[in-house]
C-alpha cells in the first residue's frame, strides 16, 4: 500500500505542528520542509517526532556534501528518514546511508537536477537507499508544460522503490498509486487547502481506492 506522505514547506515550528495536527490520522509520513528546517534548525525535528512518535518524520535535509554528518545530525534529532540530493557523488550518499545504519533508520535520494532520473534512481538503490524521490521543485512546477505524469512515467519504467513529488493532487494520486510508487508526496494539496484535514483525508481515501 502506498504511503501518504504531507511536505509541509511552512516556516515556523507552531505552524508545522498545527498543520500536522490537523492531518496526522491520514498521513503515514510527515515531511519538514527544507525551508523550514533552515527557518528553525533541527529542534522542529525533534519536536515534531515528540509530538507525533507513531508517525515516520522526514527531514527534507538536501544534504550536498558530508554525507555522513548532516544525516546523523538529524537521526539524532529525531528524523527517521533524511535526504541526500541524487546529483552528488555517490560517497556523500554512501555516507549518509552508514549513518542510516548505525541508527536504524533510512536515507532517500531526492533528484531535483538530475538530468536522467531513470538511471540514477537504479545506481543509488544498489546503495541501499529507502527509495527515490522522483521530484520536480517548485520552480520546476511552474515552468510551461509541467506535467507530473512524466514523473509518474519514470516510477514505472525504473522499476525500483520510489516517492513521487511534485504536482500530486486529488486529480493525479490515483495515477501515482497505480504506477506502483512507495510514497505519495502532498505538499500544496494539503497545506494550501481550505481544509487541510478534509484534503489529505481525500488523498488517503483515494489511495485505499485503487487496486492493483
Known amino acids: 500500500m502506498t504511503k501518504l506522505q504531507v511536505a509541509i514547506d511552512l516556516l515556523t515550528t507552531e505552524a508545522a505542528l498545527e498543520l500536522a495536527g490537523k492531518v496526522a490520522p491520514y498521513v503515514d509520513i510527515i515531511e519538514l520542509g527544507t525551508p523550514l528546517i533552515k527557518a528553525e534548525g533541527l529542534s522542529v525535528v525533534t519536536a515534531m517526532k515528540a509530538a507525533f512518535p507513531d508517525k515516520l518524520v522526514f527531514a527534507d535535509m538536501k544534504t550536498a556534501d558530508t554525507g555522513a554528518l548532516e544525516a546523523e545530525m538529524a537521526f539524532k534529532a529525531g528524523a527517521d528518514l533524511v535526504t541526500v540530493m541524487g546529483t552528488v557523488d555517490d ?56 506535467s507530473v505524469q512524466t514523473l509518474i512515467g519514470e516510477g514505472r519504467e525504473a522499476k525500483v522503490p520510489f516517492s513521487v513529488a511534485g504536482g500530486v493532487n486529488i486529480d493525479t494520486i490515483k495515477d501515482v498509486v497505480a ?31 485503487v487496486t492493483l
Open 91 to 146: 560517497a556523500t550518499i554512501k555516507g549518509a546511508i552508514e549513518a542510516a545504519k548505525k541508527y536504524d533508520r533510512m536515507v532517500v535520494v531526492d533528484t531535483i537536477g538530475v538530468k536522467d532520473r531513470v538511471q540514477r534512481a537504479k545506481e543509488v538503490t544498489a546503495f541501499g537507499v529507502a527509495f527515490v524521490e522522483l521530484h520536480a521543485g517548485l520552480d520546476e512546477q511552474a515552468l510551461p508544460g509541467y
Open 179 to 209: 504506477a506502483g510508487a512507495t510514497v505519495a508526496v502532498a505538499g500544496g494539496a494539503i497545506y494550501g487547502a481550505n481544509d487541510p484535514a478534509a484534503a489529505a483525508k481525500a488523498l488517503k481515501d483515494a489511495i485505499n481506492t
